[in-house]
């Protein structure tokens, strides 16, 4: 009897791992990299634009989601109008954001090992800042960074 649970466990254990890992690739929840526009599900940009965090006319063009489970959990990104970082906080969506004509400085303190975020610090011309955070994990800290500072000199 004990060992029909132990092989119904474990199948039950395997089927969920499975499901997860599906759903994982398929896009239903954050993925654990930075994501170029080309490669990101159009299902995640539509979540942005719903919540209020991307406007209809911005095309996403970098984006990194740091929430577990869902999208509106936290997230950065850059758009071809503006760098945004946004969290989740009591239920209620938070934005930070800056247009490009508004950035003086982008500063990334890059992470030691691909399991640690980077952090990019946003300076606007007034003086105040705000942080991103990305996964350094394939390298695709230093791609959003890459980018990102690439479409805000040519936004100038």
Same mark, same amino acid.
């Given at each position: 009897?004990?060992? %029909?649970?132990? %092989? #119904?466990?474990?199948?039950? %254990?395997?089927?969920?791992?499975? *499901? ?5 690739? /398929? ?5 654990? $990299?930075? $994501? ?8 995640? $940009?539509?979540?942005?634009?719903? #919540?209020?965090? $991307?406007?209809?006319?911005? =095309?996403? /063009? ?9 999208? /509106? ?31 003086? =400085? %982008?500063?990334? @303190?890059? #992470?030691?090992?691909?399991? /640690? ?8 011309? @007034? *003086? ?29």
């Amino acid at each position: 009897m004990l060992s %029909i649970l132990g %092989i #119904a466990l474990a199948g039950a %254990i395997f089927v969920g791992v499975l *499901g997860l890992g599906v759903a994982l690739e /398929l896009g239903y929840f954050p993925d654990t $990299v930075a $994501v170029a526009k080309e490669d990101l599900p159009e299902h995640v $940009v539509r979540t942005l634009r719903d #919540a209020g965090i $991307v406007a209809e006319d911005e =095309d996403v /063009l970098f984006y990194y989601g740091g929430g577990l489970l869902d999208y /509106l959990e936290d997230g950065n990104l850059f758009t071809d109008r503006r760098v945004i970082s946004y969290w989740s906080e009591d239920g209620e969506v938070m934005v930070e954001d800056a247009a490009y004509a508004q950035v003086a =400085d %982008i500063v990334a @303190d890059y #992470a030691d090992s691909w399991l /640690l975020y980077s952090e990019v610090t946003v300076t606007r011309a @007034d *003086g105040t800042q705000f942080v991103l955070l990305v996964a350094a994990e394939d390298g695709g800290d230093r791609e959003f960074v890459r980018r990102l500072r690439s479409t805000w000199q040519r936004s100038r």
